[in-house]
């Protein structure tokens, strides 16, 4: 090779360098947001449950260890890992663009003509290796995209982690509570199957009329309807719990009573401004608007020129001695597209601007689930307070009616009533407290607790 051919690698290898360093598009600037400073609920902002990981969260062994099955079970999982995976292997083969392309080739010919009866056969075979210069950082600018893609497909598996483990534990708390209900349902069954006993035994004495029986009679059903409803909806919600797993519908084992799950003497939450930086939906709106904003550069780069580098070299194989090379370079640019390029850039654009809306609202809606949830288990705690002193109040206002009924103080109508009332009491009661555990597990998705699901 002559000095003529260094001094032109020389010139395209400086080149390459000055080009290089050139890059078309703006970086991606997270916005000011105008967020509060605190919520409107008086809490503690010095920290966050979203800090305590769900294994301490959750107190119940069993319930750990059904969010354990599913995480590792569960259909939807599963999928979304799968996808986590092709969006990974997306920006790994978006890296292959950085590198020169190398390839073999081989032809064979055999040619003659009219002037002569003989063949002249032909075969080369050799290596073709060329290279797109990234002149205006297009090329780094895709695998930045495809980066920021599979980010915002991670957040989103962390988002589909969350709710999966909070569908788990709602699901729980839910069965538990209707484990509660039939409790008391079963005791009530039993105290007015009594009750309506000894109302047989008056009738048949004569001591009593047939209204007082059948209204005795009526209560007894309605308890045990209520049991009746209580099991098909645990049933039914073993089978949720079932799918959840990844399983077939199978029987789901119990662990604490609802009474002895989740409690915590203060809620803390934090400031609004942490949820940006932590709720996985927040990140993946973010991380789609980063990657839009990448691929306004990507759609400019297109209005300037662009070159390839490429080089051939190999053999005649049937002359061994015959080698061939061949060093060339190819300039590309636009003169006259129609408007396209440019219209492309703006429709990059105007995707940009409804990301940008659409991450706002993200995390105006993360403010207003955190706010819902935290007036949901304020108001609910005070609710299972009051419920919970109305069952007492109820449970002693039937004692007494009873007792007043049996003295001839009083109507059997009054003593339905009040048993009627305590029954209620006790049902609402738990369901008070089944509302209280569940909104304390919806502030903790809702601040985006539980996302970091192994221990490092």
């Known amino acids: 090779m002559r000095l003529g051919k260094f001094t032109i690698i020389a010139i395209i290898v400086v080149s390459i360098l000055v080009f290089t360093s050139c890059k078309v598009g703006k970086d991606y600037v997270r916005e000011e947001q105008d967020l509060p400073t605190h919520f409107r609920q008086d809490t503690s902002s ?11 969260l959750f107190k119940d062994p069993v319930l750990v260890d059904l969010i354990n099955k599913a995480i590792t079970n569960n259909k939807s999982i599963n ?38 009866s003989d063949f002249k056969n032909s075969i080369n075979a050799g290596v073709n290796a060329s290279y797109t210069v990234d002149l205006w950082g297009r090329i780094r600018s895709q695998n930045d995209v495809a980066l920021q893609q599979y980010l915002a497909t991670e957040e989103g598996f962390k988002s589909l982690k969350i709710s999966i483990i909070t569908s788990v534990a709602i699901a729980y708390i839910s069965l538990r509570d209707l484990d509660n209900r039939l409790l008391i349902s079963q005791k009530t069954a039993k105290n007015f199957n009594e009750n309506y006993n000894i109302m047989q035994a008056r009738y048949d004495g004569g001591f009593v009329n047939e209204v007082d029986l059948s209204q005795s009679k009526i209560q007894l059903i309605e308890a045990q309807a209520t049991i009746t409803a209580l099991n098909r909806s645990r049933v039914q919600l073993e089978n949720g719990i079932s799918v959840l797993l990844g399983t077939t519908p199978q029987d789901i084992e119990r662990g604490l009573p609802l009474a002895e799950q989740i409690y915590l003497p203060e809620v803390p939450t934090g400031v609004p401004s942490e949820l940006i ?15 839009q904003t990448i691929k306004i550069g990507v759609a400019e780069a297109l209005k300037y020129p662009s070159l390839t580098i490429s080089l051939n070299m190999g053999s005649q194989l049937l002359n061994p001695t015959s080698l061939f090379a061949d060093l060339g370079a190819q300039l590309l640019g636009p003169i006259f597209n129609g408007g396209r390029i440019e219209t492309g850039i703006e429709i990059e654009k105007t995707k940009t601007e409804a990301l940008l809306y659409n991450y706002q609202l993200t995390y105006l809606s993360a403010i207003k689930e955190v706010e819902d949830a935290m007036i949901a288990q304020n108001t609910f705690n005070k609710e299972y307070l009051l419920r919970n002193e109305q069952m007492e109040l109820a449970t002693k206002a039937a004692q007494l009616s009873w007792v007043r009924y049996d003295g001839g103080l009083t109507s059997y109508l009054e003593v339905l009533t009040l048993q009627e009332s305590q029954f209620n009491s006790e049902l609402r009661a738990s369901a008070a407290l089944q509302q209280e555990i569940l909104s304390i597990i919806q502030l903790y998705q809702a601040l985006g607790g539980g996302w970091e699901m192994e221990q490092q």
């Open 79 to 116: 999928e979304g890992l799968a996808r986590l995976k092709e969006s990974y292997l997306y920006f790994e083969l978006s890296k292959s663009d950085l590198y020169p392309s190398v390839n073999y080739f081989a032809g064979a010919s055999s040619v003659t003509n009219s002037n002569s």
């Open 46 to 56: 010095d920290e966050s449950i979203a800090n305590i990981p769900w294994w301490e």
């Open 277 to 291: 930086s932590r709720r996985p939906d927040v990140l993946q709106a973010e991380r789609q608007l980063e990657a």
